[in-house]
């Protein structure tokens, strides 16, 4: 029994099937109000002479115009969105109508029955067949209809017809019914299978809805990490990967219109500094107001990049003439120098700044950006704190650097790079004690090659160390033929004390060459201190033990504190030539002297004085005090076979002490 109810109840277990359900059987509701009105029209048409007329023409226009209503009421709808609840209602609604109709044509065609000869009886028989099989395939996507339709017509039928007694009409009872059945068992079939396919196609959507769904998470995702993958996490500014890339596809737009394109690339000085005396926290501090302060300067025609480290870029589209990208430059410059506050007590940076310009120089984005980085290098070495824009006396300059790099890469060191040798003299003895190696290249392809030239080539590409190594083992060689009490004294590049790896292998040269190392003076520059304190600390702390001495050159001309100078094992403080010239007859050179020979005293260190060229400018550092000088007014630089000849042949070590 309950089987039964719930074959005549329409099911509301899936709203998604119950609104397929409803827009395919709303399709056929018309059609089955037409079979009605049809058949009714003409059952009542032949028993018009027959029977009365309120059987013939007054109940089969109210239920005409019943049908005509209903009917109008699903063509007007039947392109209307409907929610699955208002879907079941109508079917729920449909469902009760079915009974009632049903009843109301079984009664009206049987009431016919009396009036009518044998023809019309059949007529009768035909139309409750009829009628009932097109009913039933009208309501195939509803069941439960169908089957009270099918019920309620069918089983009067064929009582009806069995009664009649009519052989025909008995057979033509059990010819509707076994027809029926069959249309019942095909209904059900139809519907499962409706049922069926309803469901793959949900089932179907769903996973369609989900794959979809889910691409857009992974479309999401990809956005994100892409969006991740081109931002600097410290700054949140774009990073490197995303410069490069608006910087390749704004020059193929610039290019294309023949449009001015600029880069800029800036850099942190001091930085390091900073990230040594309070740790890398205090440094992304500053980074980030670094980056904070960049931004509150851009616009829609300036974009602000991290590239890595204190290392910045900018590129600005639009027609920026040199004057207002100068200006920019020094908006920027002052921003970054202002103070910052790194939670325990505030800091200061500066910057550099190089511009390039399109098309006024570079053919390619790469291009553009090698010669901003040029331009930045310029400003470094020469206005640092300050804007250089590329030039054609740096592009000039730009094609020497690369013709060096080159040809230094191609080049024998061993056979093209030589030694001079400047000799160190003491004031009172007049002796030289000892001599300043400084290096030389001769080239075969490029000839003599100044010391100012190749050396920042070396150092940028990455050959200074190696060139280090072999000059220091040819001046050691060379000095071991030297008297015991004179000394050596090697420069050593700001990369030969950046590492321990690279102070390690200065040390085993040191060791192999079986020179003594207290007869070894290292000179270091104020820019190795200041480029990594602590490790340049380190090194020359490590050179100290091994024996050797440390001077700082060119002392006075670079950014160094004297706190630093205090914290390094130093054993001399070399003062530079810039201060030496004309010292007679400039005071403030004088002053300066007298104060670095001060300093000297008070921590205990020697003052070599270089760059004397003058008899006058000697006598000044006489009165001075100054025991140890270099320069012309001495001797130029000399060849190894030269300097042999002004100290005399090697004495024994016991003989003198060291220098």
Partial sequence: MLKLMEFLRVPNDNPALTLAQFKAFSRQMPLLYFILLTNMAS?????????????????????GLFCTTRTIGWIANRNAPVTPEQAYRKLRSTNRLAAPIAVFCVLWSCSLLPYGNSYQNAHVAFFMAITVIGVIF???????AALIVTVLVNIPFFLIMAWSGQPTFVAT??????????????LLTHYRDFKQLTESRLTLMAQQTELTRQHREMEALSNENLRLANMDSLTLLANRRNFFDVLTRTFAAAEEKAARLCVGILDLDGFKPVNDMYGHSAGDRVLVEIGRRLTALSSDHVSVYRLGGDEFAL??????DDGELSALGERICEAAAETIDIGTCTVQVTTSVGFAVYPDIGSSAQDLYERADYALYTAKRHHRGGVVIFNAAQAATLSRHRELEEVLLAADLEREMALVYQPIIDVASGRCIGFEALARWTSPVLGRVSPAEFIPVAEHMGRIALITRLLLASALREAATWPADVYLSFNLSPHDIATPENVMRIMKVVEESGFNPRRINFEITETAIT???????????????????ISLDDFGTGYSSLNH????PL???????????EINSRPASYKIVKSVLALCEDMGLDAIVEGVETEAELEVLKELGVS???GFHFSRPLGAAEARDIVGPALEEGQASAG
């Fill in 571 to 581: 054993s001399k403080i070399k003062i530079d030539g810039s201060f030496i010239t």
């Fill in 315 to 320: 590129i600005l589209t639009g027609t920026h």
């Fill in 43 to 63: 059952l009542a048409w032949t028993h018009r002479m027959v029977a009365p007329a309120w059987l013939v023409i007054y109940l089969p226009i109210v239920l």
């Fill in 173 to 186: 009872g059990i010819n509707v019914v076994l027809v029926t059945i069959a249309m019942v068992a095909i």
């Fill in 138 to 144: 009208c309501l195939m996507h509803l069941r439960s």
């Fill in 628 to 630: 140890v000088v270099q």
């Fill in 531 to 549: 480029r990594d304190f602590v490790q340049a600390a380190h090194s020359v702390e490590f050179l100290r033990n091994m024996g050797c001495g």
């Fill in 565 to 568: 100078v205090h914290k390094l």
